[in-house]
């Protein structure tokens, strides 16, 4: 019995402190990227994502931070990641048929914003400006 009430106690105790971190991670997180320190920012991300594994917003940002280091695969990584969690993320939708565009590859860029388009609620305008954009390298 004492066991038990001490475990209650102890979960009691540590979980909202863990939640607490966890927030704190990601807040961190977004005031380094705001400042433009992005290692720092990735560290926290990655922190955050320790604690909530489906963080799609830290991965998000994680993608965002890989694009400003020019680490293409990365990028592509997360965002496929952030798809992967929430189907709906348009400026994850938007931010990979950008990428694959800059890729060469138009066939999945179309493919992307097709999709992009039939949910949009933030991205429309972009999302039509990308469908031209798509179309006249397509051309080329």
């Known amino acids: 019995m ?9 979960v009691t105790l540590f979980i909202p402190n863990l939640l607490f971190a966890n927030t704190e991670y990601f807040k961190e ?10 290692e720092k920012a990735k560290f926290k991300f990655e922190q955050d994502i320790v604690f ?3 963080s799609e917003m830290s991965y998000l940002y994680l993608s965002k931070i890989f694009k400003n280091l020019d680490n293409k695969d990365l990028q ?3 965002l ?3 798809i ?9 939708i938007y931010n990979l048929a950008k990428l694959k565009l800059e890729t060469s ?6 493919e992307l914003n097709d999709s992009l388009i039939d949910i949009c609620k933030k991205f429309c305008e972009k ?3 990308l469908k031209i954009e798509i179309e006249d390298l397509s051309k080329k």
């Open 29 to 38: 997180g977004i005031n380094f990227y705001k400042n433009k320190n992005f």
């Open 80 to 82: 496929n990641t952030v």
């Open 105 to 110: 590859d138009y066939k999945k860029s179309k």
């Open 52 to 54: 909530n594994p489906k």
């Open 84 to 92: 992967l969690l929430n189907p709906k993320n348009e400026e994850a």
């Open 76 to 78: 592509e990584q997360n």
């Open 127 to 129: 999302s039509q400006k």
């Open 2 to 10: 004492k066991i038990k009430f001490l475990n209650i106690f102890l």
